[in-house]
């Protein structure tokens, strides 16, 4: 159908130019480059031999070769697929179960739990993970060292560093994002099917098991695959845990590729291009199956109330479930990074330790010079990548739904292919990018700000688009019949009426990136820190007590941004984040 | 004031061959008249009329307005939609539900070009405002209006600007009923006590001979007859305009020749060799169909003594509804169905003899071919 988009791009072609398409140009460009440029000087990168002071860089297909026909890169992708699929597999399980508790189930209190669902957001990976090994590590872990004190003998009880543990502690702190993805499915299933099958005289965990999820195993299986890209992707949890004790996934091989000396560029890039097919592979058969789950009919456009289900005294057992959970992801991680903060030197909660309480730990990493700089950093980058990300994608996203330009779908599809780049990956191929045609960006604060927009391209499209949908199309047209200009309606009508999503989206943006470490872990040098990066360092360098100091207090931060971004988003009618 | 000719709009859709959405589309509007393009959905009305707004752009033909081409094929001219200077009444209003009452009325004068002082906008603001009798709720959230006022504010902010044209599109049709039948006399007058030259989008029959100066109907992208409500009503020329506006009775016949006076026509037919009328000239032995208004049926216990022999027959009550203001009788003659609608006095029982008269006048010749029905 024409539309307005149309017509005024055939208007404007007859007669004089309109400035809109050198806005519409420049954030095409844009967006472009960002998104395809980098990729490009990837897959260059992993046919070309390292450049060197004696030799240039030359074609070559051994690093494939080399990679493709040694017993390590099998290794490598047997690791790989079994910890993704243990930890998506866990978390899938996890997940959906406190869906179906919080939705269907009369548990008490869950709404509070509901609200404790996103509060993992506000931790960063690394924290978590190093929360983790205080927890369960064999030599300091501190069930360990209890278990062994009550039955007095060194036997190692949990060992955080196999395999396993690298599942356990990914699975868990991925189950939220499973438990989002569920209740919006569970939400929107109609309930008569459910009841027909009570009436049809089928217990409640009948119901459930023989009707709910079978209902939702179609929704289940894209989030699996979500879930199972994201574990391909993760990054902090293998290095952490796994390059220790050398167990190695495609994304910490990454990293020991570039890092090891000698660093070896042409490997990494060729693991890279390897990770980057799995993951696309498993978004794009996402995408088709999340296209097909239309034909499951059990989401229709009706609004009704989910069923509520009668657990009698087993709710209390769904309760301590809840209760349980919230330990181990929330509770347990954060008190012993609080209780690790407040020593002088790690050690095992006891009356002994309870006496060296202290906050030297704080006053340590405040007066660390690299802390004041990489908060400054953070800051800096969230607040302008996220900026840059809704603007940016909300011309996109306007592009694409409002225009009849020809190939605008590919513009979308541009803008979300970022979504399929591990952030190793991305670090690596905008790493790459910017040392080949220089311009000075690398080594500065820049190339991180670059990384970031392009990584956080995808979600900025979703809260944008998502938003724009639900402006009626007349609201535009009607500002140009007024006489306004395509500025003037842009400026005047979309964005004010685009507010809700953009500062919805802005909000998460900030979050995510001052969490961010996979990507800018490739990309830091010294005056261009980040959070993440100092934290890694804290770790690297085994200064646990001041890392503990700075995790709750970055902590503590991102708690008050978000009680504040609720405050905002009520007030402007949000209602996710 | 407005003319269109010879309009034609496509649409590409992904598969298959390009829909034409409006074939060969003219009419003229004289200025201050209100016209209405009435039809069911999909019948190109609404396509037409975002032609003439500019928010689409037709495959071929021409647009003029005031004297000046705002659109046309062969002499490649298009203006763009934001220097047309049309007010615009959109279906679901399009009120800001950012600004206020009093922004969403004076955005049009902020963003034009030629810059009017504060003052002056306000007091053009105001002054619409007041027609609509909005002017009270000025300062107020636009969202926080009813439907109705929303729709009033809708109105005011196409009438700020002292359009050349107004356009609306299905305006009253997303209000309940007691308060469209309430906007339709206020939108008459405004439009009466303002003269603006007005076009307006509607499928609801009742609404298009209420408004009108004259009537457009479409169908299938086509003009299938313009004229006046009255004209519209009675004298349809097609099946499908008849049943389109109100309902109707339709009685296959052939032509047997020329009546009596002028644009009668003799037409055999289950109910009689009777006197119909047509304004073209028929073929003898032609098939024909004739449409009768349920209202213009006359029934009666006792044979017609008055007016002239023509048109009579006998049928027998074969079921009847009672209606309140009026009664539906539904007589058998022969084994035609005709639907009669009459006074509540009449009280003939089901299954009695029923004797039936129709005017030579109100016999309405269609074509009887329904390919446009």
């Known amino acids: 159908m024409a539309t307005l988009g149309l017509e005024l791009e055939r208007s404007s072609a ?35 031999t390292p450049a060197s002071a004696a030799a240039e860089a030359e074609f070559t297909f051994r690093n494939y070769l080399e990679v493709y026909t040694s017993s390590e890169t099998l290794r490598l992708f047997g690791n790989s697929t079994i910890y993704a699929l243990g930890s998506s597999i866990l978390a899938l399980v996890i997940g959906t179960g406190l869906a179906w508790v919080c939705e269907r189930t009369n548990t008490p209190f869950k709404s509070f739990f509901y609200a404790l669902s996103i509060v993992p957001m506000f931790m960063p990976g690394i924290l978590f993970v190093t929360a983790w090994i205080m927890l369960a590590s064999p030599n300091i872990g501190i069930f ?21 543990g690298m599942m356990w502690v990914d699975g868990i702190q991925h189950a939220p994002l499973a438990f989002l993805l569920m209740s919006a499915t569970l939400k929107t299933m109609d309930p008569s099917l459910e009841e027909s099958a009570l009436m049809s005289g089928a217990s409640v965990f009948a119901v459930a098991r023989r009707i709910t999820l079978k209902l939702a195993l179609p929704a289940a299986a894209a989030a699996f695959l979500i879930l199972f890209v994201r574990a391909l992707e993760s990054f902090e949890t293998p290095a952490l845990l796994g390059l220790p004790v050398g ?32 993951t696309a592979g498993g978004i794009y058969w996402q995408s088709r199956l999340a296209r097909n789950a239309g034909r499951y009919a059990t989401v229709t456009g009706k609004g009704f109330r989910p069923r509520v289900m009668d657990l009698g005294r087993w709710r209390y057992v769904t309760a301590g479930l809840f209760i349980l959970y919230s330990l181990l992801v929330i509770g347990l991680p954060f008190l012993v990074l609080l209780w690790s903060s407040m020593q002088r030197y790690y050690s095992v909660p006891s009356w002994d330790a309870l006496q060296n309480i202290s906050f030297d730990s704080y006053r340590a990493v405040l007066a660390f010079p690299s802390v004041g700089t990489a ?81 956080f391209l995808p979600y900025g499209m979703r809260f944008n688009s998502s938003a724009m949908l639900k402006i009626h ?49 490739l990309l830091y040098s010294p005056g261009s820190e980040v959070i993440a990066v100092v934290l890694w360092e804290l770790w690297q360098n085994g200064q646990y007590t001041q890392l503990s100091a700075f995790g709750v207090m970055l902590i503590a931060g991102l708690f008050v941004f978000v009680l504040l971004a609720q405050l905002i988003s009520r007030r402007v009618g949000i209602r996710e984040v | 004031m407005l003319g269109v000719r010879s309009l034609n709009t496509e649409y590409k859709i992904a598969q298959g061959p390009a829909v034409r959405a409006a074939k060969n589309v003219s009419f003229e509007v004289p200025t201050g008249k209100f016209f209405t393009l009435l039809g069911p959905s999909g019948c190109g009305k609404t396509t037409t009329l975002r032609s003439i707004a500019g928010l689409e752009r037709p495959t071929s033909g021409e647009i003029e307005v005031g004297g000046k081409l705002i659109y046309s094929s062969q002499q490649n001219v298009f203006v763009p939609l934001n220097r047309r200077n049309f007010g615009m009444v959109f279906q679901s209003y399009a009120i800001w539900p950012h600004m206020t009452v009093y922004a969403n009325a004076a955005f049009p004068l902020e963003v034009r070009k030629k810059s009017l002082t504060k003052t002056e906008i306000r007091d053009k603001v105001m002054r619409v405002l ?90 299938e992208g086509e003009i299938i007859q313009v004229g006046s409500p009255r004209a519209i009503y009675e004298r349809p020329r097609t099946k499908f305009v008849a049943e389109f506006i109100g309902t109707c009775n339709f009685i296959d016949g052939v032509v047997l020749g020329k009546g009596t006076r002028d644009h009668a026509w003799q037409v055999r037919s289950p109910l009689g060799d009777w006197q119909a009328f047509s304004e073209d000239p028929l073929q003898e032995g032609g098939k024909v169909s004739l449409s009768i208004r349920p209202e213009n049926v006359e029934l009666s216990d006792e044979p017609f003594s008055t007016g002239a022999p023509t048109n009579l027959c006998k049928g027998v009550v074969d079921q009847k509804v009672f209606l309140g203001d009026f ?30 008269r129709v005017a030579p006048e109100k016999c309405v010749v269609v074509s009887a071919n329904s390919a446009t029905a």
């Open chain 2, 327 to 356: 009664i539906d009788f539904q007589v058998k003659v022969g084994e035609t169905l005709l639907l009669a609608r009459t006074h509540p006095s009449l009280r003939t029982p089901v299954g009695d003899p029923i004797h039936v």
């Open chain 2, 130 to 219: 007041h027609a609509v009798a909005l002017d009270e709720y000025a300062d107020r959230d636009a969202t926080k209006l009813s439907g109705g006022q929303q729709q009033r504010l809708a109105l005011a902010r196409a009438l700020v600007m002292e359009p050349e044209l107004l356009l609306l599109d299905e305006p009253l049709s997303n209000l309940d009923a007691k308060l469209r039948e309430r906007m339709r006399f206020e939108l008459k007058r405004i439009q009466r006590d303002l003269g603006v030259t007005t076009i307006y989008v509607t499928h609801d029959q009742s609404e298009a001979l209420a408004l009108s100066h004259e009537i457009a109907v479409m169908n």
């Open chain 1, 375 to 455: 908060v400054w950093n953070s800051v800096m980058l969230a607040l302008a990548s996220a900026t840059a990300v809704m603007l940016l994608t909300a011309v996109i996203c306007w592009i694409v739904l409002r225009t009849q330009i020809r190939g605008r779908w590919i513009l979308d599809n541009i803008a979300t292919m970022p979504l399929v780049m591990p952030g190793i990956v991305l670090g690596l191929s905008i790493m790459i990018c910017y040392l080949v045609i220089g311009g000075g960006i690398y080594g500065t604060i820049w190339i991180l700000l670059i990384a970031y927009m392009t990584r």
């Open chain 1, 473 to 521: 199309k007349e609201l535009e047209e009607s500002a140009a019949l007024s006489g306004a200009s395509w500025f003037t309606t842009f400026y005047r009508v979309v964005l004010p009426l685009l507010k809700p999503g953009l500062i919805a989206g802005w909000i998460y943006i900030v979050i995510i990136s001052v969490r961010e470490l996979s990507s800018s872990i």
């Open chain 1, 14 to 48: 007859s007669r004089n130019f309109d400035p809109k398409w050198l806005i519409m140009g420049f954030v095409v460009l844009v967006v472009a480059w960002l998104a395809l440029v980098p990729l490009g000087f990837l897959l260059w990168q992993s046919f070309m």
């Open chain 1, 144 to 164: 360990n060292l209890l278990l062994q004190r009550a039955f007095d003998t060194s036997y190692v009880f949990v060992d955080i560093y196999t395999l396993t």
């Open chain 1, 247 to 278: 167990i190695e996934v495609f994304t910490s091989a990454i990293w020991e590729a570039l890092h090891g000396y000698p660093s070896d560029i042409g490997l990494g890039s060729t693991y890279a291009v390897t990770l980057l097919a799995l």
